[in-house]
């Protein structure tokens, strides 16, 4: 079993065709994806005032991201199948939340580790998808609204989004405001609103 310091020297020597190796392709995302009803989890404080958490479990594919907090079933549901990371986090949450697929969204590579890489239905996703999003954003995306974006090009039935409010509330995952971040939440709002008004298949579920 390879290393943390094997796989770090690996990853800087050889790349994307090294980190390649481990992941699956985003067709077998698309294709999990092709006719389910799927709910994207952020982590907005907010929605720890709701009572989503029913709504969010219904959905046949539940996605959550970074530490992906739960502090009640009522708000927040319970399930978590795939959970997205764009920093490391603790193998402790993790393993609590039992994802089946482990998706690494950020652009920067070396921050990911090899028990990530090495989990099973783990999935990298592409520089030049980060790259195209920022290009539209004129920022650097957030790990949400690049799923956002991948969901919405699947063949998925129906897509909700519960806990966006777009830094409004902050976040559970962190004390940052918006204003010690990088991402432009005005834009992603704007994105976001526009893919709404575009495709039927997309519901915000606000309080």
């Given amino acids: 079993m390879i290393s943390q310091i094997a796989f770090a020297l690996k990853r800087i020597f050889s790349g994307e065709k090294f980190l390649a190796q481990y992941s699956c392709s985003i067709n077998d995302l698309q294709a999990e994806l092709a006719g389910k009803t799927v709910a994207i989890v952020g982590n907005a404080r907010s929605l720890s005032n709701q009572s989503n958490g029913e709504n969010i479990d219904r959905c046949d594919l539940v996605i959550r991201m970074h ?3 739960l502090p009640q ?3 927040h549901g319970s399930r978590t199948n795939w959970l997205a990371l764009g920093m490391p986090v603790a193998q402790d949450v993790i393993e609590a939340r039992n994802p089946d697929r482990l998706l690494w969204m950020a652009k920067k590579r070396k921050r990911l580790r090899a028990r990530f890489a090495k989990r099973k239905g783990f999935y990298l996703h592409p520089k030049e998808e980060w790259d195209r999003m920022a290009a539209t954003l004129q920022a650097p995306p957030t790990t949400g609204i690049m799923l956002i974006d991948l969901v919405a090009h699947s063949e998925a039935a129906e897509i909700h989004l519960f806990g966006f409010d777009f830094f409004t509330s902050l976040s559970l ?4 405001t918006a204003a010690q971040v ?11 609103g526009t893919l709404i008004a ?10």
């Fill in 67 to 69: 530490a992906a907090p």
């Fill in 73 to 75: 079933a009522d708000s």
């Fill in 173 to 176: 995952s962190g004390r940052r």
């Fill in 182 to 192: 990088p991402h432009d939440f005005a834009a992603e709002k704007l994105f976001t």
């Fill in 198 to 207: 575009q495709d039927q298949r997309v519901v915000h579920h606000t309080d």
